[in-house]
């Protein structure tokens, strides 16, 4: 079973500003097989990136993801008031169990 | 537009069965392309898959080790839906629980369409 590790815990930032989203594998994920979610208090979490890199439907193009082998980054170039949230990395390789990372906070300064 | 509708009971008592219902509208419970899954949340274990059901030319099923003994989802064609039982069930098993669809872009795993959550307390 693969163990994802995001980090930071939480991020404090404020409108307008960046984040750096980092999720780290304790093995290979063979074919980029990496999913990014976004859950909102209260709500299901919510596909944002597959395979790595890949916008899901409706995903505005401020949420990107890059990364390879046990490597992977989410960034969101210029935050706005709805992207405040918890994000979780999912790793989909091969076959199950599926495992996800513990999530990062990404909250409004 | 695909939507997961589920029911069930909020609260169950200690060594009690557990039981979700899923309802599938906009795709098929049957559909050889996708893939319907159960997934809990809680603050201790995170987000966690439980197991799988799916339909090539018969029925699969797989569970994650942690809860294989006491699990069992199936599916229900007649009334396009799916479900979730876990039995002896404790406190540990508090959590939010989630149906949720996979498969398609032949990625079993990528989890599209999520439920709207049902909060399983397991108190006396």
């Known amino acids: 079973e693969i163990v994802l590790t995001q980090s930071p815990g939480t991020l404090s930032l404020s409108p307008g500003e960046r984040a750096t989203l980092s999720c780290r594998a304790s093995q290979s994920v063979s074919s980029s097989y990496l999913a990014w979610y976004q859950q909102k208090p209260g709500q299901a979490p919510s596909l944002l990136i597959y395979?790595?890199?890949s916008r899901a439907t409706g995903i505005p193009d401020r949420f990107s993801g890059s990364g390879s082998g046990t490597d992977f980054t989410l960034t969101i170039s210029r935050l706005e008031p709805d992207d405040f949230a918890v994000y979780y990395c999912?790793?989909?390789?091969?076959?199950?169990?599926?495992?996800f990372g513990q999530g990062t906070k990404v909250e409004m300064k | 537009q695909v939507q997961l509708q589920q029911s069930g009971p909020g609260l169950v008592k200690p060594s009690q069965t557990l039981s979700l219902t899923c309802a599938i509208s906009g795709d098929s419970v049957s559909s050889n392309s996708a893939i319907w899954n159960w997934i809990r949340q809680s603050p201790s274990r995170g987000l966690e898959w439980l197991g799988r059901t799916y339909y090539r030319s018969k029925w699969y099923d797989d569970y994650a080790v942690s809860v294989k003994s006491r699990i069992t989802i199936n599916p229900d064609t007649s009334k396009n839906q799916f479900s979730l039982q876990l039995t002896s069930v404790t406190p540990e098993d508090t959590a939010v629980y989630y149906c949720?669809?996979?498969?398609?872009?032949?990625?079993?795993?990528?989890?599209?369409?999520w439920g709207q959550g049902t909060l399983v307390t397991v108190s006396s």
């Open positions: 395979a790595a890199s």
């Open positions: 999912q790793e989909y390789d091969d076959s199950p169990p599926w495992t």
């Open positions: 949720v669809r996979g498969g398609y872009g032949g990625n079993a795993g990528r989890f599209d369409y």
